[in-house]
């Protein structure tokens, strides 16, 4: 299992730890199909200004994580997010965010005791 605690671009290509600070930045960083990365509990990934994270695999975001996105970041889910405990929030007060997309026919995400603002 890999650990990634900083910058995240690219293809992830295999399973991930999201363990403290992370940034998505250069416009996208993608969970590659069949791959899992996990948000553990207390950390902060965030999603850079013009910048997006694909899921064509698996995103468990795990209690007490945050996600912040910067102006016009956003979540495109093509695989599964399972969001127990998750924000999904914006960087800054009053910066907007495109929010999260979820591509038809994709089944198995489940948000529980979320909060998405």
Known sequence: MRRKPYAINGTIS?????????????????????I??????NSITNVLDNSWLN??????ANSGSLFRFGTSGRLNMYGSLNAVGTTFTSANAGVPWTGITIA?????????????K
């Open 14 to 34: 295999e399973r991930t730890l999201l363990t403290g600070n992370n940034w998505v930045s250069g416009q996208a960083a993608t969970i590659g199909y069949n």
């Open 55 to 60: 899921v064509d695999g698996r995103l468990n």
């Open 36 to 41: 899992t990365a996990d948000a553990l509990s």
């Open 104 to 116: 038809t026919g994709v089944a198995l995400n489940t948000f529980s005791s979320s909060i998405i």
